[in-house]
């Protein structure tokens, strides 16, 4: 059964950092696309990056700031967030497709989810 479970979020003042990870089971993440998004309240869910075998891909509101990687012996993707900032406070949700496109930001790309982990930036 095909398992996506993230964790790491929590409360963080401006200008701090936090780790979030993806743990897969089920599948082998090695041969799909992990994407990580995350919704506000109030607002649609977006496209804050994406990793493959072949590339990497960030949303502009995160470059310089946020850094996707994975673990393929651990089945494990992360999203290293740093230089945090107010409008960065959003539930976190990672997903898996099967596809490496250009559209990796739409939700619609993307099959199984994650229940999610809240990121909350405050002084």
């Known amino acids: 059964q095909l398992q996506l479970v993230e964790s790491g979020g929590g409360l963080v003042q401006p200008g701090g950092s936090l780790r979030l990870s993806c743990d897969a089971s089920?599948?082998?993440?090695?041969?799909?696309?992990i994407g990580w998004f995350r919704q506000a309240p109030g607002k649609v869910r977006e496209g804050v990056s994406c990793?493959?075998?072949?590339?990497?891909k960030y949303a502009d509101s995160v470059k310089g700031r946020f850094t996707i990687s994975r673990d393929i012996s651990k089945n494990t993707a992360y999203l290293q967030m740093n230089s945090l900032k107010y409008e960065d406070t959003a539930v976190y949700y990672c997903?898996?497709?099967?596809?490496?496109?250009?559209?990796?930001?739409?939700?619609?790309?993307?099959?199984?989810w994650g229940q999610g982990t809240q990121v909350t930036v405050s002084s």
């Open positions: 997903a898996v497709s099967v596809r490496d496109s250009n559209t990796w930001y739409r939700s619609s790309e993307y099959a199984y």
């Open positions: 089920g599948f082998n993440l090695d041969y799909y696309v």
């Open positions: 990793i493959s075998k072949y590339s990497t």
